[in-house]
């Protein structure tokens, strides 16, 4: 199974940037898509965005389109999520993952401890 930490996480105000880092260890890591997910206090996990194995396909949430990008480094075996124009509603602690299959991961699939993101107004 393969093993993963976020980083790039902290306070920012609205408007700003942030870049997330997930850095993965373990079976082939490059074999398959990954993602991106959030949870805000009080609500759901959510997905964010997804990033295919290749690097080539992207998918996103309607609420992050436009101002968040995930790529990859396969070489790196490092997951990224740039966050341009956050909102006070990005805040949240944000998770990677995968196998991720549409929007969602597998049973089998594995997930990051977090790192928290604030965007203040």
């Known amino acids: 199974q393969v093993q993963l930490v976020e980083s790039g996480g902290g306070l920012v105000q609205a408007g700003g940037s942030l870049r997330l880092s997930c850095a993965a260890s373990g079976r082939a890591f490059s074999s398959y898509a990954m993602g991106w997910f959030r949870q805000a206090p009080g609500k759901e996990r959510e997905f964010v965005a997804a990033?295919?194995?290749?690097?080539?396909?992207?998918y996103y949430a309607d609420s992050v389109k436009g101002r968040f990008t995930i790529s990859r480094d396969n070489v790196k075996n490092t997951v990224y999520l740039q966050m341009n124009s956050l909102k006070p509603e990005d805040t949240a602690v944000y998770y990677c993952?995968?196998?991720?299959?549409?929007?969602?991961?597998?049973?089998?699939?594995?997930w990051g401890q977090g790192t928290q993101v604030t965007v203040s107004s």
């Open positions: 990033v295919t194995w290749s690097g080539v396909g992207t």
């Open positions: 993952a995968g196998p991720v299959v549409g929007n969602k991961v597998g049973a089998l699939g594995s």
